[in-house]
Each structure stands twice: as structure tokens, then as C-alpha cells.
């Protein structure tokens, strides 16, 4: 992705870790970014890629702490947020049966990741409140599983 498509933006955009004016020094690779543990792999993109997101668990300001969930994406309407749905179980003692419950959260997703789309699988682990209802960030993405010898294919 070319570095001026990719911002909106119009201030002036660098990561907080990096000093852009130091002398006779080639500014060959000035990009920084980290591994947030837990097993989780840096994406390649966050790596080699140009995007400035302060927000992002990868390059930015934030930290991994908590509880880490699993979840289907629901909604990709805003911008740099999914909306993740969690499905679960819930017994009631009085039938000795289930009923189906479901919990939408609302996670920051980095550009990072690219392609994520409604009915992916992506996981997402806890941080700081980054907004007033975003308190999770996406750490992992896996595509929809395609099941069968039918594929369509998305115009």
C-alpha cells in the first residue's frame, strides 16, 4: 500500500518511538514495532507496511492484558472497528435444558490486518479503554472456512 493513499489524515503522521531528525544517519528503516507475546506472531504487514496507528497492538501504544476471546465478525461498517459476536450456552436449571445467548464486543482493528470481512474468525485480546465502548483489540484473524465442493465466488 502506498504510504500517501493510506492516510486520511491530514497532520502529520509518525509513530511516537521514532525521532525522524537525527543527524548523518541514513533513514533506511526507521519503523517500529513490536511482539506482543502470548504466542501471538507479529503480521508481516505491520512489519514491511507504512500505516500509522497509534491504537494498533503491534506499532502503537498499547498493551495486551487480560482476558483473550474468540469470535465471528459481525459488522466491519466503521472505520478501523468490527464488531465481534461471542455465542455461548446458558443453562436453566428449572428445564435442565439450553437456550442460545450471544454478547457483541466492539474491538479496534489494526491495518494490519487486511481483507477482514462479516463471518471471519478473529481473536481478539483485552487493553485499555480505547474509546468509550472499545476495551479490545484484534490480535489474530483467520478467514471463513469455505465447507463442501460448492465454492461461490464474490463478485
Not at 533513514?27 to 508481516?44: A, E, V
Amino acid at each position: 500500500m502506498d504510504y500517501m493513499t493510506s492516510l486520511t489524515e491530514r497532520s502529520f503522521q509518525k509513530q511516537e518511538a521514532v525521532f525522524l531528525n537525527a543527524k548523518g544517519v541514513t533513514k533506511k528503516n526507521t519503523r517500529w514495532y513490536k511482539d506482543i507475546g502470548l504466542g501471538f506472531k507479529t503480521p508481516t504487514e505491520a512489519i514491511q507496511g507504512t500505516y500509522i496507528d497509534k491504537k494498533c497492538p503491534f506499532t502503537g501504544n498499547v498493551s495486551i492484558r487480560g482476558r483473550i476471546l474468540t469470535g465471528t465478525v459481525s459488522s466491519v461498517k466503521m472505520k478501523r472497528t468490527v464488531i465481534v459476536r461471542r455465542e455461548y450456552l446458558h443453562y436453566i436449571t428449572k428445564y435442565q435444558r439450553y437456550e442460545k445467548r450471544h454478547k457483541n464486543i466492539a474491538a479496534h482493528l489494526s491495518p494490519a490486518f487486511i481483507g477482514v470481512k462479516v463471518g471471519d474468525t478473529v481473536t481478539v485480546g483485552q487493553c485499555r479503554p480505547l474509546s468509550k465502548t472499545i476495551r479490545f483489540n484484534v490480535i489474530k484473524h483467520a478467514p471463513k472456512q469455505t465447507k463442501g465442493s460448492k465454492k461461490f465466488q464474490t463478485f
